[in-house]
């Protein structure tokens, strides 16, 4: 019984479902233990008091019953979270199976749909992503560099792009393929 109470001490001390001001404050914290531990009393109480209710009286089967349901639903937060875990892990195999951080596929069509919609804003973005997971694509930064220049005239901010590629387009020789494609 005190190595349960120790690791519900840890497990309350590690609560970090509270959050005020983007701060941990964990006050609460406790009042989860307290509520685990009514929780848990409840469910054990209908459960003992349901065997012996259930000869008697149809009432008390009710009560044992609610007490039952009052309990699991002081619980099921964090119950939902442990239990629902596995299949987590399990969709996320599957939608990231190199992990959350792994790169997207490399493809264009969504950033020249909007260039093409003239949604410029939402074009740089995406330009901006793919240039960001795969640096040494010449043709994302030359499109990056000119919508800037040409479509949205943002001289400062094709400038910044200008620089960024030729810094990264400068180890892997590459820089005279994206000079040659972003001649105006």
Not at 6 to 28: A, C, H, Q
Not at 36 to 57: N, Q
Not at 93 to 107: N, S, V
Not at 153 to 172: E, I, P, T, V
Request: hydrophobic share 45%; glycine share 4%.
């Amino acid at each position: 019984m005190k190595a349960l109470a120790k690791w519900m001490l840890r497990w309350v001390r590690s609560y970090g479902r509270y959050s005020w001001n983007d701060i941990n404050y964990r006050p609460f914290a406790y009042l989860a233990l307290l509520r685990w531990a009514i929780g848990l009393w409840m469910i054990w109480y209908s459960l003992r008091f349901i065997d012996e209710a259930v000869h008697y009286d149809p009432l008390n089967v009710f009560v044992a019953v609610s007490l039952l349901g009052m309990g699991g639903a002081l619980i099921s937060w964090e119950l939902t979270k442990i239990v629902s875990q596995p299949l987590q892990w399990l969709i996320d195999f599957i939608y990231w199976p190199g992990g959350r951080d792994a790169r997207p596929p490399l493809d264009y069509r969504l950033a020249d749909h909007y260039r093409k919609t003239r949604d410029f804003e939402s074009a740089v973005a995406e330009y901006s992503k793919i240039v960001h997971f795969y640096p040494q694509e010449v043709a994302a930064h030359a499109r990056l560099y000119l919508l800037l220049r040409t479509e949205m005239h943002n001289g400062r901010a094709a400038d910044r792009a200008h620089f960024f590629a030729q810094r990264a387009l400068k180890q892997s020789d590459q820089i005279g393929e994206y000079e040659a494609l972003t001649v105006c």
